[in-house]
């Protein structure tokens, strides 16, 4: 079987592959032939009956659990972005994804920000494999390939009941290639604000693969540019120094001298999104406030990147890591921002346990 199953590529287009097209969703939670929206609204048989599940708070519930082998092709969903017990449903939301009997998860994120939505808001993302529109409509394109057994995981920490919407697209085939390797997204956050000390993005990835993406939600607790550090790959027997080292956030990301432009004698943020990267947000005020509060807030910072036409490929081991390093205009010094981000790449299994996952509320921005 080719590769060709992967959606990136125009060029295989028209080839037939051998698969049969399956979808699941609230109208058709196990993605059975012939089997969606029989569920009866008002209006009758099969007209909307299941549009949606509720999420109970504290509750965990399996959206998808396909036997394979196959390989899911899309996704989509979502769900309001807060309530009247809470402002970050994006943050108390976490998405988790087993492969093959795994116990623990490949994929565990809070959702806002496995779509690139930091920072507990909605805003929109126009890239390659991931993709929020109006009005929080979250969708991904990264292929996931599975050769047993594909569950994926929802579980609220909100203090409310939440509609959730969502479609699962996926194909079944008869065999995966050998080489094909396994999707996982990890989640992170550092309380270390010890100047000089590195963020961690992942760490401790064993085995063979290939690393496809980042996403950063920076959070600057101080003035002036913040995005001079370095972002850095330790693969495969690195120790003190780094195989691939950037020259900067903003270069890493695509952007250069500090994303702004003079505008009216000032110098304004220019956001922007682009198929491989993006710096999508950019807000001094809480978008996700109270009506009770003042939408004052520390300067907030979402960035995308994507390592799809240039992976970066390890047969063992895998670090990456982003400096806090700032610039007052007359020198360099060492920041202590607050940082979270998502990695995202490919591997042979079994993967290394991941961190614990904070607590909600140990998620939410500041």
Request: with cysteine.
């Amino acid at each position: 079987m080719s590769n060709d199953y992967n959606g990136f590529s125009l060029a295989s287009i028209a080839h037939l592959p051998k698969g049969r097209s399956r979808s699941i969703s609230a109208e058709n939670p196990n993605g059975a032939p012939g089997s969606g929206g029989k569920e009866a609204s008002g209006l009758g048989a099969g007209r909307k009956g299941r549009p949606c599940l509720i999420l109970k708070p504290g509750e965990r519930v399996t959206i998808a659990e396909i036997d394979g082998p196959g390989v899911i092709q899309s996704m989509w969903m979502t769900f309001p972005q807060k309530s009247s017990k809470g402002y970050y449903a994006p943050s108390d939301l976490v998405l988790r994804m087993y492969w093959d009997h795994e116990e623990t998860p490949s994929v565990e994120a809070p959702l806002g920000d496995f779509f690139c939505n930091g920072f507990g808001a909605r805003y929109n993302v126009n890239s390659l494999p991931i993709v929020v529109n109006p009005v929080g409509g979250m969708n991904c394109y990264f292929p996931m390939p599975f050769r047993r057994k594909a569950v994926i995981t929802v579980e609220s920490e909100h203090a409310a009941e939440l509609m959730f919407f969502y479609q699962i697209n996926y194909m079944l085939v008869d065999e995966l290639p050998e080489d094909t390797g396994y999707f996982h997204a990890q989640w992170r956050r550092e309380h270390d604000f010890t100047p000089g000390n590195d963020f961690t993005i992942i760490d401790n990835v064993r085995g063979r693969g290939k690393y496809v993406g980042t996403f950063l939600a920076w959070t600057a607790l101080g003035r002036y540019w913040w995005g001079e550090g370095e972002v850095k790959f330790y693969m495969d027997g690195d120790t003190e120094y780094p195989t691939i080292c950037g020259t900067g956030v903003e270069d890493y990301f695509g952007g250069a001298w500090g994303f702004t432009e003079v505008e009216n004698g000032m110098r304004i943020e220019q956001i922007y999104n682009t198929p491989y990267l993006g710096y999508p947000y950019y807000a001094t005020v809480d978008k996700t406030m109270s009506e009770y509060t003042s939408p004052d807030s520390v300067p907030m910072h979402g960035l995308y990147r994507w390592h799809i036409a240039d992976p970066i490929l390890f047969e063992q081991q895998l670090r990456v890591t982003v400096q806090k390093i700032g610039n007052d205009g007359l020198r360099l010094y060492e920041r202590i921002d607050d940082i979270a981000s998502v990695a995202y790449w490919y591997q042979t299994e079994p993967h290394a346990p991941f961190p614990t996952l904070p607590s909600a509320e140990a998620r939410w921005p500041r």
